[in-house]
């Protein structure tokens, strides 16, 4: 069964520090999502992404955040200087219809920042 | 924005035993969906159940939209059920608003 793909899988990084969160997204799926979940809490919606474009993001997602689609397969999130508070798990999903259906999650990319 | 709330917060079940686990939102949603997170921290599909009622082997949903809720059943439980399990739901945007999460552990 096709499935959402996330590299790394952990990473650690120095405050001030940026990274990059990798994403293959399922082939034939147009629409692209960030969520992070901070240990201990719910999931909260970053970033959707369609037709190389922002389609919705949250507050949360402020300018030291980007997105990019490079190619055709990877979707990527740019953290331009990293926070203490950006320590989190970065999961990224797709789906066929921009949540009109069943959206796939990507194992997660546990990021702590020291 | 829509609210989406589950519960209970925390669940210990012995092995065997049956539970329901429910979820409320505060609005109209287009789309729901159930997740369970494993020890790992991955988010596993379970049901995408906007309406109706849904199957699949000891696991089964329910949502009743105009009434604004959902319920997860879970019989039989196994140790292997233990996790976190999220409901989510979209009012029709693109994002998914999820739960707070209700933490089950399954005893042997």
């Known amino acids: 069964e096709p499935e959402v793909t996330q590299t790394p899988s952990h990473q650690v990084t120095q405050m001030g520090q940026e990274v990059i969160l990798r994403c293959v997204p399922i082939s034939n799926h147009l629409y692209f999502y960030w969520y992070r979940q901070i240990l201990g809490q719910k999931v909260e919606f970053l970033v959707s992404f369609y037709n190389n474009e922002i389609s919705e993001k949250s507050e949360i997602f402020d300018d030291q955040f980007s997105v990019e689609r490079p190619d055709g397969s990877n979707f990527t999130l740019k953290i331009r200087s990293t926070k203490l508070e950006d320590s989190a798990m970065y999961f990224c999903?797709?789906?066929?219809?921009?949540?009109?259906?069943?959206?796939?999650f990507g194992p997660g990319t546990r990021l702590l920042v020291l | 924005g829509i609210q989406v709330e589950q519960s209970p917060p925390d669940l210990i079940l012995q092995e065997g035993a049956n539970s329901t686990l429910r979820c409320n939102f505060s609005d109209s949603v287009n789309n729901l969906q159930w997740f369970h997170q494993n020890p790992w921290g991955q988010l596993i599909n379970l049901f995408y159940i906007p309406s109706g009622t849904k199957q699949n082997g000891r696991l089964s949903a329910t949502t009743v939209a105009t009434e604004r809720y959902s319920l997860l059943y879970i019989s039989s439980s196994q140790t292997t059920d233990s996790g976190v399990y999220f409901c989510a739901a979209t009012p029709g945007t693109y994002k998914y608003i999820f739960g707070t999460g209700t933490r089950l552990k399954v005893l042997a």
């Open positions: 999903a797709s789906d066929v219809q921009g949540a009109g259906e069943t959206q796939y």
